[in-house]
């Protein structure tokens, strides 16, 4: 059903508009870049906004360089795309008054927490990635890919997965994958772009936040922050500190991984978990969301007290 109206959306539209959330990871920006693509390939008078810095790591995405910012767009679109989003509140405040102001919203996502808050909503919470929701949807369509829709497609999955190794992968993930491979994609580009492109004022930051680390539990919660000084002083941008609550989580014994970045007013909260503690549990408690495995939220200040309490959530949920 929800696929038909869709397509209605779609057919009755002239332009569109697709945009990134705050803070974009690898399967937003491979999802809307598809999309992108897929409509430049329809004819449509496509408008790809990302309002954030894009991780250098991205700039590889086919196409991701027209993208504008939304304070550029000055007239309604007919419809606005959100992809990988799961509260509205993820969208700046530019973008969220151009999605309400849309003819049609449609709201594509996997997110386990998502609100439902387009007037079509494609959530498919048993997919990995919304990367692979995006195939399924173009498959449905009827429409045949070509290698950079294919490109954006794996490595949205990709990303979303930790390159295929993440218990959330289904056997359907790898028949995906497989599909995009034949369109003679470069898998090699994408795992470099993704995994071997870490800079050194990355690197910096990574190990300035790890001599932060402290231990609980028996070594099973490990919790790791940075500032913005902290930040500033590598050279680093904040988009840098991506990857280290999963370096952390990687550690031999940790089953719940924490990272904390303190912002000025505010505080983003990083939840990742191996094996038996559900991260929803606890970014939930904050308003935030995400999935079994990988959760985060968005907290108040003072630090000291939020991460107490964080600690705390993470002991009860391992019992």
Do not use: W
Not at 33 to 54: G, P, R, W
Not at 60 to 87: G, Q, R, T, W
Not at 275 to 287: E, F, L, N
């Amino acid at each position: 059903m929800q696929i038909e109206k869709i397509k209605k959306a779609f057919s009755e539209s002239k332009s569109v508009c697709i945009a990134s959330h705050m803070n974009p990871d690898g399967d937003n920006l491979g999802s809307i870049c598809a999309m992108y693509n897929y409509l430049i390939s329809e004819n449509k008078n496509a408008f790809l906004i990302i309002d954030d810095l894009v991780p250098k790591n991205y700039l590889f995405l086919p196409n991701i360089a027209h993208s504008v910012k939304s304070e550029n767009i000055a007239f309604v679109p007919d419809l606005f795309i959100v992809l990988d989003c799961a509260d509205i509140g993820r969208l700046g405040e530019n973008c969220r008054s151009l999605f309400l102001k849309s003819k049609y919203k449609i709201n594509i996502d996997h997110h386990k927490t998502n609100t439902n808050f387009g007037d079509f909503n494609l959530i498919d919470s048993s997919s990995p990635a919304t990367g692979e929701v995006l195939f399924n949807l173009f498959k449905d369509l009827g429409f045949e890919l070509d290698k950079d829709i294919a490109t954006c497609l794996y490595t949205a999955i990709s990303s979303d997965t930790g390159s295929f190794k993440y218990d959330s992968i289904r056997p359907d993930t790898f028949i995906t994958a497989a599909h995009l491979l034949e369109y003679g994609i470069d898998k090699n580009e994408i795992a470099v772009n993704l995994y071997q492109k870490r800079s050194l004022e990355k690197t910096k930051l990574l190990i300035k936040a790890l001599s932060t680390m402290e231990l609980f539990e028996n070594n099973k919660i490990a919790i790791v922050y940075a500032d913005d000084e902290m930040i500033k002083s590598c050279g680093a941008v904040k988009s840098d500190t991506e990857g280290i609550v999963e370096f952390i989580r990687d550690i031999d014994g940790v089953e719940v991984a924490v990272f904390m970045k303190i912002k000025e007013s505010s505080i983003k909260l990083s939840i990742r978990t191996k094996s038996h503690v559900d991260a929803t549990k606890i970014a939930t408690v904050y308003g935030g969301g995400g999935h079994t495995r990988a959760a985060g939220a968005d907290m108040d200040l003072p630090f000291k007290e939020r991460k107490k309490e964080v600690i705390k959530l993470a002991m009860d949920e391992l019992k």
